[in-house]
């Protein structure tokens, strides 16, 4: 069966391969993109980015409804949105949390985390592979 999978990212995440990236690699969000559409086999991909948590909140909604796996790098709003948890708390689908960095390793309040306790897997502080480790296991899973 053909799946569906949602790649959702939040803020800043628009700036990658400019914005800190000796801690986010030199990686862009296009790039990402590229490189799992390269690795999907037949599933599809609705690969998109938000600096809006509201928006964020109505593409979790949808993914609950027509995705059969959320992988998701919220960004900050990870550490700040009982919404986005609440909406991942009602997402019906499997949902992989992925992260650039590690937070845990980072600033105190970037180990407040409001998706973990709501994701099936996190992977975190592989930079870019991230994303692909996540869609990889996700298809093997699967199959
Ligand atoms: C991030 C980590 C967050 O703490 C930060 O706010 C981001 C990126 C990451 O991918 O490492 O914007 O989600």
Known sequence: MQQHIFVLNGPNLNLLGQREPEIYGHDTLSGIE????????????????????????????EAGRVA??????????????????????????KIIEVHLSNPAA??????????????????????AAGYLMALTATLDAQS
């Open 34 to 61: 590229q490189k799992m559409k390269a690795l999907a086999r037949e599933a599809i991909i609705s690969f998109r980015q938000t600096n809006s948590e509201g928006q964020l909140v109505d593409w979790v909604q």
């Open 68 to 93: 059969d796996t959320l992988i998701i790098n919220a960004g900050a709003y990870t550490h700040t949105s009982i919404a986005l948890h609440d909406a991942l708390r009602a997402c019906k689908s």
């Open 106 to 127: 980072r600033e105190e309040f970037r180990t407040t985390n409001y998706v973990s306790a709501c994701a099936d897997a996190t992977i975190a502080g592989f930079g």
